[in-house]
């Protein structure tokens, strides 16, 4: 089968990577909209009409299976496109909190763009898989995923700094953005003890058991 994947850049490549590891096999086409990155911090008309655009590339291509390797992109834009394009099968990423929450972490932290802290379905997979004893902080990164696709390590830095000094006795750390899975290493400094999750691995066995199933 052919696979659309598209992003903002390249943090999307972690995505297919996971994807193909599962299915070697299959045929693939990547976007990586660079031009447009960072999508976090357009309005949800200018978002729509960047991704409808990657959308119609890869469909011209033959893709009949189409990753939104974006959480920003999958919260916003994923229901409008399933009914656009009731021809192709979408598959989106969002925040792995619920493999957060499941780890029995006690304080969870999740690193997200703005649009996705500000998203309805971030908000709903709190509420729906937080347990009694779990605290979760929603915490918006301006700026990294821009950082991370200029490979501008001095402003990585900066921005890290920033925002996590101050954070302590932090379990698991959810990664919500596709971006932010090719810095683990530098996140992990941070937080030494905690887990990273992201949703690569999940949208990966996902995506296996879809194309297992067609008929």
């Avoid at 990586?32 to 990155?37: G, K, Q, R, T």
């Avoid at 999508?39 to 409808?52: F, H, M, P, Q, S």
């Avoid at 802290?117 to 929603?138: D, F, G, M, W, Y």
């Avoid at 490979?151 to 750390?173: F, G, M, P």
Wanted: aromatic share 8%.
């Amino acid at each position: 089968m052919k696979i659309g994947i598209f992003d903002s850049g390249k943090g999307g490549t972690t995505t297919m990577s996971a994807i193909k590891e599962l299915l070697p096999n299959e045929e693939y086409f990547y976007i990586s909209d660079h031009e447009n990155c960072p999508y976090g911090d357009k309005t949800d008309e200018t978002l729509y009409e960047i991704v409808n655009a990657n959308v119609l590339k890869l469909k011209n291509w033959g893709a009949k299976l189409i990753v939104i390797a974006c959480n920003t992109a999958t919260t916003k834009c994923i229901k409008k496109l399933r009914l656009d394009y009731p021809d192709i099968i979408f598959v989106g990423i969002e925040p792995a909190i619920k493999v957060a929450t499941d780890s029995n972490a006690k304080n969870i932290l999740v690193l997200a763009t703005s649009n996705t802290v500000n998203s309805k379905r971030a908000h709903t997979l709190i509420n729906e898989n937080l347990k009694p004893n779990q605290n979760i902080t929603l915490l918006a990164c301006p700026g990294l995923a821009d950082a991370i696709e200029k490979n501008s390590l001095s402003e990585i830095y900066n921005i890290l700094d920033t925002l996590l000094k101050n954070y302590n006795n932090i379990d698991a750390v959810v990664l919500g953005c596709t971006h932010y899975s090719l810095i683990k290493n530098k996140i992990q400094t941070y937080f030494p003890t905690a887990k990273l999750i992201d949703g690569n691995d999940g949208v990966a066995r996902y995506v296996y058991k879809l194309i297992k199933n067609l008929p």
